[in-house]
């Protein structure tokens, strides 16, 4: 129904029921309207426009006549897809937004951060999802705790320790709607504009966009083979670093122990803070896992900041972030007021499947899924390019970065593009 905020024009001479009419088929015409869509009953379109029902059927009975929309007996009227004739009076309208969406055909899209269609999975949310109406159906009428809901918190404290190092107590721990939601909170916990915050160059674009919002002086540190330069970051003299040590964003090279040690210890030295973005931690294929910075630290120098973007679901939105026990106190200064930025529906469905040891489960099956897709498109790629390209940040995680040596990124976009591939590029990091 929202579709149809359309202006009556009651001085008008023009009956109501044509005004209707000429406002759908143009809608239809200008293709803002998918092929196939139901339009309203006529009750409801009644309703919505605060007219009476005889000028809606009138309407409707005009576009039915014209073929803009078809009757199925019992459902309703359906928008169908406009003939030649029809059309060619629009030849000269500019292209529809979803037009060009849909004119591109794509037969490989290797955009970063969808996932693996998991049906079993579907249920397993819905079914939980189900319950979790009903078990907790009091609890949904209310606000929950705005750190997230306590029995959540519990689980993935739990998790944390077991399967990533983090060593935490579940009030240490904050969910947000996303890992870019919780670094806002941090840059409004401790500092002001024109401060400086130090990243890997390249890095997460969507964490620079957070901090360029902040107006932060965003502090660029380039990249060894084995990730961040540790000392031309020695060299930085802001308080806070943003760091993905797992798998640098975007390279995806691992942080070696003895860089890790080192810049725990630079950051007890000097009163600094790092911020760990460990977001697809879970995803590690080969090699031995190297235990997080949080876990490794001695001194509360990390924050440390989690999602299930990757592992489970980008859209549902749960992300989280470990703050030590010293940035407490601030923390509920300065968010007092703030409620949970998280459903709490999604909350309670995602506790269950902790508890019950679901996610375990699902951890262990989308890694052997990933792992499989991972090894067969490293092996695809060498037999057909062999050593023409340079593969980087195998291993672990949901992409792959290939070198071509001496061709443009954008020349290898439009080329791919050409045969029905997208793939990305990573200048915008
Ligand atoms: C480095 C990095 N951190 C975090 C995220 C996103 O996490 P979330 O879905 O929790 O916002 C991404 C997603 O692309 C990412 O690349």
Redesign the pocket.
Same mark, same amino acid.
């Given at each position: 129904l929202y579709e149809f905020t359309f202006k009556l024009d009651e001085s008008s001479k023009e009956p109501l029921y044509l005004q209707l009419y000429k406002f759908i088929k143009n809608e239809i015409e200008s293709k803002n309207f998918i092929v196939g869509s139901k339009l309203p009953s006529v009750r409801n379109m009644a309703t919505f426009l605060g007219l009476s029902r005889t000028t809606i059927e009138k309407a409707y009975h005009l576009l039915m006549v014209e073929g803009y929309v078809d009757s199925k007996p019992r459902s309703g009227l359906f928008i169908t897809s406009i003939q030649e004739p029809l059309l060619s009076s629009l030849q000269k309208q500019r292209p529809s937004f979803k037009e060009k969406v849909l004119k591109e055909t794509v037969n490989y899209d290797f955009r970063?951060?969808s996932l693996n269609f998991d049906k079993s999975f579907v249920s397993k949310w819905r079914k939980s999802s189900n319950e979790s109406l009903d078990l907790f159906k009091n609890d949904i009428l209310t606000y929950g705790d705005s750190k997230g809901e306590i029995r959540l918190r519990i689980q993935i404290a739990q998790y944390l320790k077991l399967s990533r190092g983090v060593s935490c107590q579940p009030d240490q721990i904050i969910l947000g709607a996303?890992?870019?939601?919780?670094l806002s909170q941090i840059c409004q916990m401790l500092l002001k504009e024109g401060d400086s915050i130090a990243m890997e160059e390249p890095g997460?674009d969507?964490?620079r966009a957070v901090f360029q919002n902040h107006h932060l002086n965003i502090v660029p540190i380039q990249l060894d083979q084995d990730g961040i330069n540790t000392k031309k970051l020695k060299k930085f003299n802001g308080n806070l670093v943003y760091l993905?040590p797992s798998h640098q964003?975007?390279y995806g090279m691992v942080l070696p122990i003895k860089k890790r040690l080192e810049l725990l210890k630079w950051a007890a030295e000097s009163n600094r803070l790092i911020i760990e +973005?460990d977001? +697809?931690g879970e995803l590690r294929y080969h090699g031995k896992t190297i235990p997080s910075l949080q876990g490794l630290d001695q001194h509360g120098k990390v924050i440390y900041?989690g999602?299930? =973007?990757?592992a489970l679901l980008?859209s549902i939105?749960i =992300?989280y972030m470990v703050l030590p026990e010293h940035l407490l106190e601030v923390y509920q200064q300065k968010f007092e007021l703030y409620d949970s930025s998280v459903s709490k529906i999604h909350q309670f469905t995602l506790f269950r499947l902790m508890r019950d040891g679901y996610w375990e489960r699902h951890l262990r099956k989308i890694r052997t899924v990933y792992k499989r897709k991972h090894n067969e498109l490293l092996s695809t790629i060498k037999m057909i390019m062999g050593d023409k390209v340079q593969i980087l940040g195998k291993d672990a995680g949901l992409h792959i970065i290939i070198k071509v040596n001496g061709r443009s990124e954008e020349e290898l976009i439009q080329s791919a593009n050409s045969h029905g591939i997208k793939i990305y590029p990573t200048s915008k990091y």
């Amino acid at each position: 129904l929202y579709e149809f905020t359309f202006k009556l024009d009651e001085s008008s001479k023009e009956p109501l029921y044509l005004q209707l009419y000429k406002f759908i088929k143009n809608e239809i015409e200008s293709k803002n309207f998918i092929v196939g869509s139901k339009l309203p009953s006529v009750r409801n379109m009644a309703t919505f426009l605060g007219l009476s029902r005889t000028t809606i059927e009138k309407a409707y009975h005009l576009l039915m006549v014209e073929g803009y929309v078809d009757s199925k007996p019992r459902s309703g009227l359906f928008i169908t897809s406009i003939q030649e004739p029809l059309l060619s009076s629009l030849q000269k309208q500019r292209p529809s937004f979803k037009e060009k969406v849909l004119k591109e055909t794509v037969n490989y899209d290797f955009r970063y951060g969808s996932l693996n269609f998991d049906k079993s999975f579907v249920s397993k949310w819905r079914k939980s999802s189900n319950e979790s109406l009903d078990l907790f159906k009091n609890d949904i009428l209310t606000y929950g705790d705005s750190k997230g809901e306590i029995r959540l918190r519990i689980q993935i404290a739990q998790y944390l320790k077991l399967s990533r190092g983090v060593s935490c107590q579940p009030d240490q721990i904050i969910l947000g709607a996303g890992t870019q939601y919780l670094l806002s909170q941090i840059c409004q916990m401790l500092l002001k504009e024109g401060d400086s915050i130090a990243m890997e160059e390249p890095g997460y674009d969507g964490a620079r966009a957070v901090f360029q919002n902040h107006h932060l002086n965003i502090v660029p540190i380039q990249l060894d083979q084995d990730g961040i330069n540790t000392k031309k970051l020695k060299k930085f003299n802001g308080n806070l670093v943003y760091l993905t040590p797992s798998h640098q964003f975007p390279y995806g090279m691992v942080l070696p122990i003895k860089k890790r040690l080192e810049l725990l210890k630079w950051a007890a030295e000097s009163n600094r803070l790092i911020i760990e +973005d460990d977001y +697809d931690g879970e995803l590690r294929y080969h090699g031995k896992t190297i235990p997080s910075l949080q876990g490794l630290d001695q001194h509360g120098k990390v924050i440390y900041i989690g999602t299930f =973007s990757k592992a489970l679901l980008p859209s549902i939105r749960i =992300s989280y972030m470990v703050l030590p026990e010293h940035l407490l106190e601030v923390y509920q200064q300065k968010f007092e007021l703030y409620d949970s930025s998280v459903s709490k529906i999604h909350q309670f469905t995602l506790f269950r499947l902790m508890r019950d040891g679901y996610w375990e489960r699902h951890l262990r099956k989308i890694r052997t899924v990933y792992k499989r897709k991972h090894n067969e498109l490293l092996s695809t790629i060498k037999m057909i390019m062999g050593d023409k390209v340079q593969i980087l940040g195998k291993d672990a995680g949901l992409h792959i970065i290939i070198k071509v040596n001496g061709r443009s990124e954008e020349e290898l976009i439009q080329s791919a593009n050409s045969h029905g591939i997208k793939i990305y590029p990573t200048s915008k990091y």
